[in-house]
C-alpha cells in the first residue's frame, strides 16, 4: 500500500510537517549523534505509472485500487464491513474523490508486453 499523493488533507500535512525539504537532519538519542533522512515523498497514480514504464513495467487498471477514505474513529466493530463497502463502491464511481480524497493507494504492476 502506498500513501495517495493525490490526496490533499496528506500533500498539506507532509508540507507543513517538512517544507520543501526532502532531507532532514535528526539527532538519534541512542546513537548520540545527528543523522540524515530522507524524507517522505508520496506520489499520486499517474505519477506511479510513468516512474514504473521508465522501468518497463504498467500498473493494469484491474490491479488498482484506492483504500482508507473515511477516518479510523468512524469504524466500530458492527460497521466495518458496510464501510469498506461503501469506500470501495465510491472511489470506482466517483474520480474527484478517488484521486484527492482517499489516502491509500494499493497497486500491482507487471512487465509491459
Known amino acids: 500500500m502506498e500513501e495517495n499523493g ?3 488533507v ?3 500535512k507532509l508540507y507543513l510537517r517538512r517544507g ?3 532531507i532532514i537532519e535528526i539527532y538519534d538519542d541512542t546513537l548520540k549523534k545527528n543523522i540524515l ?3 517522505e515523498n508520496i506520489r499520486n ?3 506511479w505509472r ?3 514504464a ?3 513495467l504498467r500498473i493494469p487498471a484491474s490491479g488498482v485500487q484506492y483504500i482508507r477514505l473515511f477516518p479510523p474513529f468512524m469504524f466500530k466493530p458492527d460497521n466495518v464491513p458496510h464501510l469498506l463497502k461503501r469506500e470501495n463502491n465510491l472511489w470506482r464511481r466517483n474520480a474527484l474523490l478517488k484521486e484527492n480524497l482517499f489516502f491509500g493507494l494499493n497497486f500491482i504492476a507487471d512487465k509491459s508486453a
Request: charged share 25%.
Open 6 to 8: 493525490g490526496n490533499v
Open 10 to 12: 496528506q500533500t498539506l
Open 20 to 22: 520543501n525539504k526532502r
Open 37 to 39: 533522512i530522507g524524507n
Open 45 to 47: 497514480l499517474a505519477t
Open 50 to 52: 510513468r516512474e514504473l
Open 54 to 56: 521508465r522501468q518497463g
